[in-house]
């Protein structure tokens, strides 16, 4: 994992939508990749599986467009023709996908996913659910104490993205302080899941960015040494008067 975000030649999300959808990676068009992003990788993550994976993949597909026709085409060309569905007793017995399917095949995809490519972050987390099961709380990285009934995927996420959270509020304050102490017209006047959103002053912007980049990417590792991946941050700009939709992304100078 660490690899991946330190090699910026790596590209995870390109390389399941491969793996999900059969492709090799000049096939993997920024729709598909995007598919596989939010279908496979964040939602496994997160704590899903391929029982719930699979069919969001599979009707994706169908309106995903592949040199001229659907993916849902090019995965029938390849011999996968059916989302497929659980089968096994009805006395409760253990249930498997159907052969051939494409729940079958991203069943097979989630294997190698946790048990090849990242067993020390899948260890981890049955490590952790488990001390959780035990006790009734974990403690984040952040000093925060989580406890009560939760879920498994809660148990996973709130240690991982708590503690995410809790970086981006501090620099949101951090921030924030510096515009007060130096009486900036520029506030902040947001924040939306993991982004902080500016009203920024056109005079001030390239010291504010510069100022927010520093606090960011750099402040923040010294403040919390435990994070030993680089970080990065990415902006998109409105004119003044524009609306959401007209952002662009701001290149770093």
């Known amino acids: 994992m660490l690899a991946y975000l330190n090699d910026p030649k790596k590209d995870l999300h390109r390389e399941m939508a491969c793996e999900c959808f059969l492709l090799e990676p000049g096939q993997v068009t920024k729709e598909i990749r995007n ?11 997160y704590g899903s599986y391929f029982e719930l994976v699979g069919p969001s993949l599979w009707t994706q597909s169908a309106d995903l467009p592949l040199f001229g026709r659907s993916l849902r085409d090019w995965l029938v060309g390849k ?6 569905k659980m089968e096994g007793s009805v006395t409760g017995g253990k249930k498997w996908p159907t052969p051939g399917s494409f729940l079958a ?14 067993p020390v972050y899948d260890q981890w987390r049955k490590d952790w659910y488990q001390t959780y099961l035990k006790q009734g709380w974990f403690d984040t990285l952040t000093g925060f104490r989580c406890q009560g009934p939760m879920r498994k995927n ?3 996420n709130y240690g991982v993205q708590g503690a995410a959270f809790h970086c981006l509020l ?9 515009l007060k102490a130096n009486e900036m017209e520029s506030k902040i ?3 939306i899941h993991d982004s902080v959103l500016f009203n920024l002053h056109p005079d001030e912007l390239e010291i504010v960015l510069k100022k927010a980049r520093q606090v960011m990417c750099v402040d ?3 403040h919390f040494p435990w994070i030993i991946c680089p970080l990065t941050v990415e902006i998109e700009l409105a004119s003044p008067g524009a609306s959401w939709n007209e952002k662009r ?4 100078t």
């Open 105 to 118: 095949h991203i069943q097979e995809v989630e294997r190698h996913f946790w048990e090849d490519r990242f």
């Open 220 to 222: 923040v590792r010294k």
């Open 170 to 178: 501090w620099a949101l304050i951090k921030i924030h302080q510096w």
């Open 79 to 84: 011999g996968i023709r059916e989302l497929g």
């Open 154 to 156: 809660e148990v996973i």
């Open 249 to 252: 992304k701001q290149e770093e």
């Open 35 to 45: 598919a596989a992003k939010g279908g496979f990788v964040f939602a496994e993550f």
């Open 189 to 191: 006047i947001g924040q």
